[in-house]
């Protein structure tokens, strides 16, 4: 079956601006998570939505925002871009009930200049 | 606060050379524990899990137990490859039901690199 497909694969941006990332997870899965990775930082956890619903967030500023939708597909937005923003923005999807294995799509990695 | 420790990179090492990258970790109740695997340009992949304490995680000659009395979950190969040349990320979560939902908490990574 289909993986977890993240889009775009590359992106520059302008300080300032805003960027909205794209997850699909597998077909099924119901939980999306998304991980910023950095060299300095590694891999942080950002949120995780389940059913439209967020139910985890990490510890990142208000800039950083996402959202689910009926079709499990999820969406995150960075707005007012700035430097340390760019990083490589690994989402994972899994079933969502208790804990089942997660499977990471091959991320988005921003560059903000 | 739940917290991740490994071993610092990178690690280099000969073709069926013995691995060792150790992790250790500090949490608040009881964890689950795993060892996830980055080759170059791609996402993460689960490499083994353990769900509590005393549990072996194995797969693809990687075993990993979980040591409740010394907080850790070292990764272990006999006889590595050059295909194993990727990067190793120890994680933890809480989540059995809980409310740690989708969170895993990562250590930095180790570099391996194996040579012919």
């Known amino acids: 079956k289909a993986g977890v497909t993240q889009t775009p694969r590359y992106l520059i941006k302008t300080r300032g601006q805003q960027v909205t990332l794209s997850c699909s997870p597998i077909?099924?899965?119901?939980?999306v998570s998304w991980y910023q990775q950095t060299p300095g930082q590694g891999l942080q956890f950002l949120f995780e939505?389940?059913?439209?619903?967020?139910?985890n967030k990490g510890n990142f500023p208000g800039r950083f925002s996402g959202r689910q939708f009926s079709n499990s597909r999820s969406e995150m937005n960075v707005s007012t871009l700035e430097l340390g923003d760019s990083a490589l923005y690994l989402c994972?999807?899994?079933?969502?009930?208790?804990?089942?294995?997660?499977?990471f799509g091959q991320g988005t990695r921003l560059t903000v200049v | 606060g739940n917290s991740v420790t490994q071993m610092e990179g990178p690690v280099t090492l000969s073709e069926e050379a013995f691995l060792t990258i150790n992790c250790t970790y500090t949490?608040?109740?009881?964890?689950?524990l795993f060892w996830y695997v980055q080759y170059p340009g791609e996402g993460l992949q689960l490499l083994l899990k353990?769900?509590?304490?005393?549990d072996k995680g194995s797969n693809k000659g990687f075993e990993a137990t979980y040591r409740k009395e010394t907080t850790s979950f070292h990764l272990e190969k006999g006889s590595v490859q050059v295909s194993d040349s990727a990067v190793y990320f120890c994680?933890?979560?809480?989540?059995?039901?809980?409310?740690?939902?989708?969170?895993?908490?990562f250590g930095q990574g180790t570099i391996l690199t194996v040579h012919p």
């Open positions: 994972a999807s899994s079933l969502g009930q208790g804990w089942t294995e997660a499977f």
């Open positions: 077909s099924g899965h119901r939980s």
């Open positions: 939505y389940f059913s439209e619903t967020q139910r």
């Open positions: 949490a608040t109740g009881y964890p689950s």
């Open positions: 353990a769900t509590k304490a005393d």
């Open positions: 994680a933890l979560t809480l989540d059995a039901g809980g409310t740690s939902y989708g969170k895993l908490t």
